[in-house]
């Protein structure tokens, strides 16, 4: 693959140069370059070499511009302020560039491959079984694939898991709910889908669920059925294992509609450490990692307190002999670490987990599986509020389900197609529908920090205006409506012609795709590669504004405005792919 150094490395790479020039001593200086409203890019590197050599700022400036060679990527440079450098590039140097991205022979507009890559697991989209999906679940699902997509395009071995819940006492209650109430089963016959299948299960949950909390004997028959599943009674597995299948063509479903690729091999839930579980612990109190306190199996950490004062620990194994969450996390991590090879673990988890991950990292730590050379990282993320500000809940007070969600983004979403569709068949209203209504949801996800709580405002996420999905999608179908009537003139690349202030603007940016990507995937932080695409389209908006491009005044000027419109598009569409968002070639 060919990869293309951007205009901001090369101007980096100059100025460093100029400066271990002028000042020898200080070996390999920084510029510390960044793009500017002043000029195309202002370095701010002097000021703090200046006050180490003891020298006047502006005139350190001056003489480090005697040193910079200008003329092929440089047009311009001036010193400015206290000793700030304002640098203007060339327009051949940036319509070179984005030919150079355009010419790539992989597609991948000059986006180069991590120079060290590793093995990532990602662990995302942690539905539970027999429970439907909520809009708690949206956040680890859209965010985990973005990253998955960024990581595998620059190169890193991407291993998915998806730790479902299908373990533990519920099952016993459902088990044992259902054998003393096997009449509740009648009405699955007529069930056609598996959203309405999970409906009845979640449905059966709950009777179980609430005759557990008020009947006591009933609550020591459930207790006694875990038990019969963890010694694997095969009348009890079979159940169990009718629940987890019907519960997987649930999540399915819902991931196809999220348009996300998830694969039955990625399903590894809690019950897939079972057998390990023991020598977990055995490990971790040999080690003297883990100590026994009251009958249970304990870790201990100097800065986790509860209101009393007392240490609160992480429990491994329970007194009567039973597996918390952290000794399944636990063998997860040596299972990911020993034989999937991993470097990198990655939690995608709510932010309301971060002391339970806290507390399983350093376990690991201490016990040797996590160390320098393998780290594990919780992504963890905020909630999504309704437009109260409070977490969203249906007005009833439930929490949302998330097929209902999406299905009335997708809803609102065709409404705003059909309004705009001119010469679109119901068949294609509704695929765009389903592409625009799903993206909107989705970018509004990405578009914010993950760390950050955000409102879930769909009138917002379908708007065609501000910081939307449909803004961006809008966007790439006008350049493929542009392209699609340029007719036999092509895109081609003109280095020759002098570029106004919008074809520069949108150029430069442009230029910068290939760095977002990778400070994107290295900060697993999607949210950044989101603001660069808005940024696109908006400087795009802006060029289609001010420079006509079919009816430009030379053939020349319009076969490179057509040139940046298909490089802008091309960005686009490879973007948003990143975030799993459609492009439609119309709107």
Not at 440 to 451: G, I, P
């Amino acid at each position: 693959m060919a990869s293309v150094t951007s205009l901001t490395a090369s101007v980096h790479q100059r100025l460093a140069s100029a400066l271990s020039a002028t000042l020898p001593e200080t070996g390999a200086a920084d510029p510390l370059l960044r793009r500017s409203d002043r000029a195309d890019f202002q370095a701010n590197g002097i000021l703090a070499l200046a006050k180490r050599a003891k020298a006047n700022p502006r005139e350190l400036a001056a003489q480090v511009v005697g040193h910079v060679v200008t003329g092929d990527v440089i047009k311009d440079i001036e010193v400015s302020g206290p000793g700030f450098l304002n640098v203007t590039v060339t327009d051949r140097a940036i319509t070179e560039n984005l030919a150079a991205r355009a010419a790539d022979p992989d597609g991948r507009l000059g986006v180069p491959y991590a120079e060290q890559p590793g093995t990532t697991v990602i662990d995302y989209a942690q539905p539970n079984v027999a429970k439907e999906m909520h809009v708690g679940h949206l956040r680890s699902a859209v965010i985990g694939d973005s990253v998955v997509q960024l990581l595998e395009f620059t190169g890193e071995n991407v291993v998915r898991r998806h730790h479902i819940g299908d373990w533990g006492t519920q099952f016993g209650m459902l088990i044992q709910y259902l054998d003393e109430h096997p009449h509740e089963l009648d009405h699955k016959a007529s069930a056609v889908s598996g959203e309405e299948a999970m409906s009845n299960l979640d449905r059966l949950y709950k009777a179980a669920r609430r005759l557990f909390d008020s009947d006591e004997e009933f609550k020591t028959r459930a207790r006694r059925r875990v038990v019969d599943l963890q010694a694997g009674d095969a009348h009890t597995v079979a159940m169990w294992q009718k629940f987890v299948d019907e519960s997987k063509i649930y999540f399915f479903s819902v991931f196809e509609k999220l348009d996300m690729d998830v694969r039955d091999a990625d399903i590894v839930g809690e019950s897939g450490y079972n057998d390990m579980l023991a020598e977990t612990c055995r490990l971790l109190e040999e080690s003297g990692v883990a100590v026994r306190s009251e009958g249970a199996l304990c870790v201990f950490f100097d800065d986790v307190k509860g209101p009393d004062g007392n240490k609160v620990p992480l429990i491994v194994q329970k007194s009567d002999g039973g597996y918390g969450y952290a000794a399944t996390d636990l063998s997860a991590i040596r299972d990911r670490v020993f034989n999937l090879k991993a470097n990198n673990l990655l939690y995608v988890v709510d932010a309301r987990q971060s002391l339970h991950f806290k507390m399983v990292f350093e376990t690991a730590r201490r016990a040797g599986w996590l160390n320098d050379d393998v780290t594990a990282y919780q992504l963890a993320f905020g909630t999504v509020l309704g437009k109260d500000g409070k977490p969203f809940k249906t007005r009833e007070g439930e929490t949302v389900r998330l097929v209902d969600l999406l299905d009335e983004a997708i809803e609102r979403a065709s409404a705003v197609v059909r309004e705009k569709a001119q010469d679109l068949t119901e068949e294609e209203i509704a695929e765009r529908g389903a592409q625009v209504g799903i993206g909107a949801v989705k970018y509004a996800d990405l578009s914010t920090s993950a760390n950050r709580d955000y409102k879930f405002d769909l009138d917002q996420m379908v708007s065609l205006n501000g910081d939307t999905s449909v803004y961006l999608q809008y966007a790439y179908a006008r350049i493929q409506s542009i392209l699609r009537k340029a007719g036999e003139v092509r895109p081609a690349a003109h280095p020759e012609l002098e570029l106004t202030q919008a074809e520069r603007a949108l150029g430069l940016h442009a230029d910068a795709f290939a760095e977002t990507v990778r400070e994107s995937a290295e900060e697993y932080a999607p949210h950044k590669l989101a603001a660069y695409l808005y940024q696109l389209a908006s400087l795009y908006t802006s060029f289609y504004d001010k420079c006509p491009v079919l009816k430009a005044e030379t053939p020349e000027q319009v076969e490179n405005r057509l040139f940046l419109c298909d490089v802008t598009a091309r960005t686009l569409h490879q973007g948003m792919t990143l975030l799993g968002i459609r492009t439609p070639e119309r709107l």
